[in-house]
């Protein structure tokens, strides 16, 4: 039982990261049905991350400075490497508005406008900034929760609506909102895993998963999620994200026992962080769709297919070299502290 608690949850966040790609490669194709299929996305898949990442929350120490090793690191190296290939390919780059928007952490066109006169904004980066603040609000929840004997769970929802009542008034930097949004997928799944939920019964949780996939789909017609501006559409939308995002945790559970598949997905997991940093820098996308369109329509299924199936392939063998490397270093490092 221990191996299916730590196996799903990776394999849920494998299916996160591969739906952000897929999500990131709609805009080739205006077909019908991709507006559909961009909400369906757009209503879990960041959502997702944060409830997993509460699945394992600790209060134990030094939380917090592992958190800020694998988040800020690679936000501060994604961003920087952002601002050398600005200057490479555009040497009129306005460079201290460009590092003014890194030090704000504001990814939101939205925000921008209403707040911070047209701030350049950066790219997917946001989710890295936003999930470490929350992880670190989250904990001083945890302490000003059991110091004074208030419910978590009423603290997390408080943060989640003060951070949506401050978008009228403030757009705060360092991805502060989008973080307090996420506070509360994150509570969810740390409930989760303090409740067992996902350990029952297929048969006894069948009801709950009809009822949660049911309000999921409804929410994805009548509400919108961007975590990135802290927007969400309606209170039907905050249902979808939490009951989309359980729906797809649960089926996991099945993804991770199918053999190579459910392997893949839990390898994409366990190395999700790479996976992003790799989706992020990956500056031939351009390319590949220029090169499509010289033989198929670009505005088509098939063009939409072929160009996520190239770029995940990409994004994959990046990362496994990275990994492999990676593992030697470690061996390596491993065998010199023995000697």
């Excluded at 990956?282 to 220029?290: K, L, N, Q």
């Excluded at 098939?302 to 996520?308: N, T, V």
């Excluded at 990046?318 to 990676?326: E, P, S, W």
């Amino acid at each position: 039982m221990e191996n299916n608690r730590l196996d799903f949850p990776d394999a849920a966040r494998g299916l996160a990261i591969i739906a952000v790609i897929l999500g990131h490669s709609l805009y080739v194709c205006n077909a019908y049905g991709v507006e559909l299929l961009n909400s369906l996305i757009f209503s879990f898949h960041m959502p997702l991350f944060f409830m997993v990442s509460g699945y394992f929350y600790s209060d134990k120490k030094g939380g917090i400075t592992k958190s800020a090793k694998a988040l800020l690191i690679p936000y501060v190296l994604l961003s920087l490497f952002s601002v050398i290939v600005s200057v490479i390919f555009h040497p009129d780059y306005d460079i201290p508005s460009h590092l003014l928007s890194i030090l704000y952490g504001n990814a939101s066109p939205l925000r921008a406008e209403q707040f911070l006169h047209n701030l350049p904004v950066i790219d997917m980066v946001w989710f890295l900034m936003a999930l470490f603040f929350c992880r670190l609000i989250y904990r001083g929840l945890d302490a000003f929760g059991k110091k004074y004997n208030v419910s978590l769970s009423l603290l997390a929802l408080a943060v989640f609506l003060a951070g949506i009542a401050l978008n009228q008034f403030i757009w705060l930097p360092l991805s502060i909102q989008p973080a307090m949004g996420g506070v509360l997928f994150y509570h969810i799944g740390y409930e989760l895993r303090q409740r067992k939920i996902m350990e029952g019964t297929d048969r006894s949780k069948l009801g709950i998963l009809i009822l949660a996939a049911a309000l999921w789909i409804c929410a994805v017609f009548f509400g919108k999620v961007r975590m990135e501006s802290n927007l969400y559409d309606n209170f039907i939308s905050v249902i979808g994200a939490v009951c989309g995002s359980f729906f797809i945790f649960w089926t996991a559970k099945y993804l991770a026992k199918i053999p190579f598949i459910g392997g893949f997905f839990k390898w994409a997991g366990r190395n999700s962080i790479v996976i992003f940093c790799f989706h992020e820098i990956e500056a031939g996308r351009y390319v590949i769709v220029s090169f499509l369109s010289k033989f198929i329509e670009t505005n088509s299924y098939l063009c939409l297919i072929l160009f996520f199936v190239i770029r995940l392939t990409l994004v994959i063998i990046a990362t496994l070299i990275f990994t492999k490397l990676r593992d030697i270093y470690k061996r390596h490092k491993a065998v010199s502290a023995i000697q």
